[in-house]
């Protein structure tokens, strides 16, 4: 059962389709994209996306008016 709740962008569903469809799209423009260019695109994506947020966090907790508690 799924109780967890997490960003869509954080999703590795979403962002393997959104890479899959552009893959597709690549592909029908003349582009050869292989499997596994796929699945290290997406994870780079993830860990990028993760990284953006770590900094934003860092960046928001650096520019607070209060203390954490």
Do not use: C, F, H
């Not at 393997?16 to 893959?23: F, I, K, M, Y």
């Not at 780079?44 to 650096?62: D, K, P």
């Amino acid at each position: 059962m799924m109780n967890d709740q997490k960003p869509w962008y954080l999703s590795k569903t979403i962002w393997g389709a959104l890479v899959s469809v552009s893959a597709t799209v690549a592909m029908m423009a003349g582009m050869p994209v292989d499997a596994g260019s796929q699945a290290v695109l997406t994870e780079s994506i993830l860990q990028t996306i993760s990284a953006v947020a770590a900094i934003v966090a860092i960046v928001g907790r650096v520019g607070a008016n209060s203390r954490i508690g």
